[in-house]
């Protein structure tokens, strides 16, 4: 450290100074202008993936429209995105490594002039040459080591930004602080004056009261859109009404924690989505410690298993993607299996049959009776042949009750009800005919 400490040069500090700022000040501009290069690479590259998972989910769709092509020209372009971002980001990684081995070159340099004239001036030596060459060699890996730290830090920070802010969103619905189990006796729901919109612009229930007394059945009818699984979505408390209250044996199920409030609850949805796993495991989902005999007896009763023996794995059977090997019915069958096998104090059966045939209906009506009974039920159905028993049928029309009753006082009002009645009587009688008629040809 001749230089430094012998004969300390304030000229061969200041350029060293400055170099450094340099280097410092370029680094910090550089990668921070390459932040954005590296957001919009990870965009596209997000972007490109959601058209492939989407495009493969509905394969199906893709194929009755012919639109392979259009699908695979969609993900090319967001893969053209991700390729021009990709490629700025390196060119512009490349720039950020030239520019710092240019500034730190142009520091040396400098300095190796300057200690050239002082030996020519007697007032440095060879060895001084040599030792400050030596001393700036061995700063620059510390240096190189710097940069490229500050720039992993940097790029990861934006890599994993996009799930700091999913874990920063805070679930909409969420359990109160001081919320307790659900402790269910009797099983009675009631609505008091609900309202509730998904979109202010728009409600949905306005002010939809009844209750579901202990053990009955309660049908929920009405057209398509009315809300009727909207008030099944709102007991599972995937929503909560904007007003008004829903009670489970006299405690609102806004106080109560959501997995005991799901624990007592069964529901047979009206689209059912099944797991890519076997129709065993689809089975059990119900209930995960039942027995395999309690399986079997669940697809007995939801009048499957003679369909599950038929199958080349049995109950080892892949179902595919979201059940896509199994038709509409099969699919609701084994829904209706798995609610079964968790035997919940209530029922909701969101239109539970509507994608079978009237003969295997009428099977399964008689299996849905069976589970109700005892359990507070509540059946959302557009077909009224399947409410016609129940203890009240409520007509919702427009997020209102306008008719409420058993099935004969309906009738007997001649009001919405029994206009919708008059009309599927008819459809069945006249599907009733045709049968007759076609029998009658084929004799
Ligand atoms: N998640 C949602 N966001 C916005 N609107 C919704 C949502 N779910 C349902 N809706 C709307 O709410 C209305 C009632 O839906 P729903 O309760 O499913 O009707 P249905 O009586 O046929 O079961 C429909 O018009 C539907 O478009
Ligand atoms: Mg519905």
Redesign the pocket.
């Known amino acids: 450290m001749i230089v430094f400490i012998y004969q300390f040069d304030w000229r061969y500090a200041l350029v060293l100074i400055v170099t450094l700022a340099a280097y410092f000040l370029f680094t910090t501009i550089a990668t921070n202008h390459r932040i954005a290069i590296r957001r919009q690479m990870n965009e596209s590259d997000t972007d490109a993936n959601q058209k492939a998972i989407d495009s493969l989910l509905n394969y199906e769709t893709v194929k009755y429209f012919s639109a392979e092509q259009r699908e695979a020209e969609r993900y090319d372009r967001s893969m053209i995105h991700y390729e021009k971002a990709s490629t700025h980001s390196y060119v512009s990684l490349s720039i950020l490594n030239a520019g710092q081995t240019v500034i730190y070159i142009i520091g040396v340099t400098v300095m190796m002039v300057m200690c050239v004239y002082d030996i020519e001036a007697g007032r440095n030596s060879i060895g001084d040459f040599v030792l400050i060459n030596a001393l700036m060699i061995q700063l620059s890996q510390p240096l190189n080591f710097m940069g490229t730290f500050y720039r992993e830090v940097r790029q990861a920070i934006i890599d994993i930004e996009t799930m700091f802010s999913i874990l920063a969103k805070s679930p909409e619905i969420s359990d109160k602080s001081n919320a307790q189990d659900l402790r269910v006796e009797s099983a009675e729901i009631v609505f008091e004056d609900v309202y509730f919109h998904y979109d202010p612009a728009r409600p949905i229930l306005k002010g939809v009261s009844f209750v579901a007394p202990p053990g009955k059945t309660i049908a929920i009818v009405g057209p398509?859109?009315a809300g009727?699984?909207?008030i099944?979505r709102l007991m599972f408390r995937f929503y909560e009404p904007q007003s008004g209250r829903i009670t489970i044996d006299g405690q609102n199920i806004q106080d109560v924690t959501q997995t005991s409030l799901r624990a007592v609850i069964g529901m047979v949805p009206?689209d059912t989505v099944l797991f890519n796993d076997t129709i065993g495991y689809n089975i059990r989902y119900g209930r995960w410690d039942a027995h395999d005999d309690e399986v079997r007896e669940a697809a007995r009763s939801a009048q499957i298993d003679r369909f599950i023996e038929s199958l080349p794995g049995g109950y080892d059977a892949q179902v595919g993607e979201r059940g896509l090997k199994l038709s509409g019915g099969e699919k609701q069958r084994v829904a209706i299996a798995r609610t079964m096998l968790k035997g919940p104090p209530i029922l909701i059966l969101?239109?539970a049959t509507s994608a079978l045939d009237s003969y295997t209906e009428h099977e399964i009506q008689e299996a849905l009776r069976r589970v109700a009974k005892g359990r507070t039920t509540l059946v959302?159905a557009?077909r009224l042949s399947t409410v016609v028993e129940a203890d009240e049928i409520l007509f919702l029309d427009q997020g209102r009750i306008i008719e409420r009753g058993r099935h004969e006082e309906l009738i007997a009002r001649n009001g919405l009800y029994a206009g919708m009645w008059n009309r599927q009587r008819q459809a069945a009688e006249a599907r009733a005919k045709l049968l007759e008629a076609e029998k009658e040809v084929n004799l």
């Open positions: 398509s859109g009727k699984s909207t099944s009206q969101d239109e959302i557009h």
